[in-house]
């Protein structure tokens, strides 16, 4: 417990962390702006050229490697900014409801910050669907959900916005469970449990509007919650997620208890 609380909050770069716009790389509004534009006309042209096919064996590797990477990072997110949470705020209620004018900085903010990071790393997901052909994935869910991410990141690093511990700690902890999943598939094994991911992602966003009730109420009944105007931009984002995740479901796999029969036939 020592070696992880020294590693994942005591550190002097975790405790000393702060967001400071125009310092911190990637702080500034330009480059949040140029990196949503980049990563979807970057998407956009790489759909429309017709790229040279990628030997499967290198394909295999990359794929492989790369979510290893996030399996691990998810995980390292999760556990850090539940040990923060845990450790470092004065009081376990900074969960939900952070005071108004609490500046960024300290280990929470260094985990928001390192998720930040993270979901334009994620960015790659995108680079590999469209390196494997299987253009079809490329869904308005999977694009819609890449770029958006990113600003609502950077609101939670902008406004100290309350709810980001909550949701961090969920979305990091479901994505331990998806890149789990998908690098089973790039390692050739097709989990049957690919529907669990999908309503494992659905409870996360049904979660997070209960965790958005309760900051009201403390906003509204007690000193107020720090970026309030974030809670909005996150209400229409997780609605339109849910909506999108449930159509995901029904599409994938209808009302029937067991998987899709496509699913059944991928499998080795
Ligand atoms: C089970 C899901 C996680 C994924 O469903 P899909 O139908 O897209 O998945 P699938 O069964 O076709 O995926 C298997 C294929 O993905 C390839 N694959 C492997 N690693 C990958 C990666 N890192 N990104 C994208 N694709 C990858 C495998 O090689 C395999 O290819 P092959 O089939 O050729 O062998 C689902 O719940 C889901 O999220 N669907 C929405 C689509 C999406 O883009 N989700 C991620 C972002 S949304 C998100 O992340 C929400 C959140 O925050 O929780």
């Known amino acids: 417990m020592t070696f992880l609380q020294y590693w994942l909050v005591n550190h002097p770069t975790i405790v000393n962390f702060s967001w400071t716009q125009g310092q911190t790389p990637g702080?500034?509004?330009?480059?949040?702006?140029?990196t949503v534009?980049?990563?979807?006309?970057i998407t956009c042209l790489l759909t429309h050229l017709h790229l040279p096919p990628i030997k499967p064996n290198l394909l295999?590797?990359?794929?492989?490697?790369?979510?290893?990477?996030?399996?691990?990072?998810?995980?390292?997110?999760?556990?850090?900014?539940?040990?923060?949470?845990?450790?470092?705020?004065?009081?376990?209620?900074?969960?939900?409801?952070?005071?108004?004018?609490?500046?960024?900085?300290g280990p929470l903010f260094f985990w928001a910050y390192v998720f930040y990071l993270s979901k334009i790393l994620e960015f790659l997901d995108t680079l590999l669907i469209i390196l494997s052909g299987s253009i079809k994935r490329l869904t308005f869910l999977h694009v819609?959900?890449?770029?958006?991410?990113?600003?609502?990141?950077?609101?939670?690093?902008?406004?100290?916005?309350s709810l980001f511990p909550a949701v961090l700690m969920t979305n990091?902890?479901?994505?331990v469970l998806m890149y789990t999943y998908y690098l089973s598939c790039a390692l050739g094994l097709r989990p049957r449990w690919k529907r669990l991911v999908t309503e494992c992602q659905i409870l996360q966003f049904k979660y997070s509007f209960l965790a958005m009730a309760v900051m009201l109420w403390f906003h509204f009944t007690g000193l107020g919650c720090s970026g309030i105007w974030g809670w909005?931009?996150?209400?229409?984002?997780?609605?339109?997620?849910?909506?999108?995740?449930?159509?995901?479901?029904?599409?994938?796999y209808g009302g029937s208890k067991s998987i899709k029969v496509c699913d059944l036939d991928k499998r080795p």
């Open 27 to 34: 702080s500034s509004p330009l480059f949040l702006t140029l």
């Open 37 to 41: 534009i980049s990563y979807l006309s």
């Open 60 to 105: 295999k590797l990359i794929t492989v490697v790369h979510n290893i990477v996030l399996l691990v990072l998810s995980l390292i997110m999760a556990v850090g900014c539940i040990l923060s949470t845990l450790l470092h705020p004065p009081h376990l209620h900074w969960i939900i409801c952070i005071p108004p004018q609490t500046p960024p900085t």
């Open 144 to 161: 819609y959900h890449h770029s958006t991410v990113v600003i609502m990141c950077y609101i939670w690093l902008h406004t100290s916005q």
């Open 172 to 175: 990091a902890s479901v994505h």
């Open 232 to 252: 909005c931009f996150n209400i229409v984002f997780y609605a339109s997620l849910l909506v999108l995740f449930v159509d995901f479901h029904a599409k994938n």
